[in-house]
């Protein structure tokens, strides 16, 4: 679980190289009050990570610059921040692989909103989300 600072807003990556899906995850977590920042595909997630940890990344896995190791990569830059993968070609073998390289969740598309944002919620703790 992520450590954020109670009264803080924690910082959310949302990484999607669909442009209509990323629009609607930030659209959907608008309202949470964490802090959103964008990525369009794996290295721009890696930029932003390196440039500053976010709280929590929330990531489509079959993208440019993802691939069966992105995950895993994702780990190594940022240790302790929780991962949650969102995909739409997923099957139980992904699932538990992507889960072995660290993934904190996973969720197939089409996505239950509010299961996501219920599990992101979970995931970020106590005092950074809309129920703080």
């Known amino acids: 679980m992520s450590t954020v600072a109670k009264g ?4 959310v990556l949302i990484v999607e190289d669909d442009r209509e899906m990323r629009s609607l995850l930030c659209d ?3 309202d949470t009050g964490y802090q959103l920042r964008e990525a369009r595909d794996g290295d721009e997630a ?3 990570v390196l440039q500053a940890v976010p709280d929590l990344i929330l990531t489509d896995l079959r993208m440019p610059a993802g691939g069966d190791d992105y995950v895993s990569r994702l780990r190594t830059v940022a240790p302790r921040c929780p991962i ?3 995909t739409g070609f997923g099957d139980l ?3 538990a692989q992507v889960l072995k390289a660290g993934a904190d969740a996973y969720f197939d598309k089409p ?3 509010a299961e996501l944002k219920k599990c992101v ?3 970020l703790g106590d005092g950074s989300g809309p129920d703080s």
Do not use: G, N, T, Y
């Not at 803080?8 to 910082?11: D, F, G, N, Q």
């Open 93 to 95: 073998r992904l699932k």
């Open 8 to 11: 803080k807003a924690a910082v």
């Open 111 to 113: 996505v239950r909103l």
């Open 28 to 30: 959907e977590f608008a």
């Open 84 to 86: 949650v993968v969102i």
């Open 121 to 123: 919620q979970q995931l």
């Open 46 to 48: 890696f930029l932003a």
